[in-house]
């Protein structure tokens, strides 16, 4: 997976908060989703300019990665359900 700059890392964690979003508390998944919110949550807490108005470094890869493989667990759990 190529790195993506801070403009294009927004449209990936709106993408997934949508999908985690759409998963019932009641869902087996739900953990899942918590936890995707989770990251979403600190990445975009890591997307804020810092106090000396510099861009703070957000790993990218990592957080795509992450969101990604979370995100297939969840659709596997989902397909192998009756």
């Known amino acids: 997976m190529v790195d993506m700059d801070l403009s294009n890392l927004r449209p990936w964690l709106d993408e997934h908060e949508k999908y985690a979003r759409s998963i019932a508390r009641a869902d087996p998944r739900a953990g899942i989703a918590h936890e995707i919110l989770g ?4 990445a975009r807490d890591s997307l804020r300019p810092s106090a000396d108005s510099t861009a703070n470094y957000v790993p990218n890869k990592d957080i795509i990665e992450r969101l990604v493989t979370l995100r297939e667990k969840a659709d596997h759990m989902s ?3 009756p």
């Open 39 to 42: 990251i979403i949550s600190i």
């Open 79 to 81: 397909r192998s359900q």
